[in-house]
C-alpha cells in the first residue's frame, strides 16, 4: 500500500512498523557511475558482500566489503567502519544504506544478476 499521509510522524510511524518485505525497499543505495552506466540502473539493494564507499559521516571517503545487512533495523556494517569502546575494543559501526554508494557488485547469486540482465537488455 502506498503511503498516503504527509504527516511527519506518520511517515516515521510506516518506516518503524513496515513488514520486513517493505523495509527491503529502504536498503537501496545509489549505484556508481561506472556500474549506472553498464546496469542502466540508479540504485540496487545493498546485499552481504558488495563493495560500497561511504559517502557521508566521520568515515566518508571509506571503501569496504558490506559484512551484515540488518533489515529489523534498517542498517548496514562495513568492513573498515567502525568505532571504538572505552575499553580499547573495536565496535562495528552501523550505517543506512542512503549514505552509501556501491562501488562493485556482487553477482554469485544468479537471481540477483538474472535481474540486471533484464534491465540492461
Known amino acids: ?8 510522524r506518520k511517515q516515521r510511524k510506516e518506516r518503524y512498523t513496515a513488514p520486513l518485505h517493505k523495509r527491503q525497499k529502504y ?8 556500474l549506472r552506466d553498464e546496469l542502466k540502473k540508479r540504485n540496487a539493494q545493498v546485499r ?10 566521520d568515515h566518508a571517503g571509506t ?3 558490506v559484512e551484515e545487512v540488518d533489515l529489523k533495523r534498517c542498517t548496514i556494517k562495513v568492513a573498515g567502519v567502525s568505532n571504538y569502546r572505552a575499553d580499547g575494543t573495536e565496535v562495528p559501526r552501523t ?3 542512503s549514505n552509501v554508494m556501491i562501488v562493485k557488485l556482487d ?10 540482465a533484464r534491465r540492461s537488455e
Not at 500500500?1 to 511527519?8: A, G, L, R, V, Y
Not at 553477482?107 to 540486471?116: H, P
Request: aromatic share 2%; proline share 7%; hydrophobic share 40%.
Open 95 to 97: 550505517i543506512n544504506p
Open 27 to 34: 536498503m537501496h543505495a545509489p549505484l556508481s557511475k561506472a
Open 107 to 116: 553477482l554469485e547469486d544468479s537471481e540477483r544478476e538474472k535481474i540486471f
Open 48 to 57: 552481504k558482500g558488495d563493495t560500497v564507499k561511504v559517502m557521508r559521516g
Open 1 to 8: 500500500m502506498i503511503m498516503k499521509s504527509i504527516q511527519p
Open 63 to 65: 571503501e569496504g566489503l
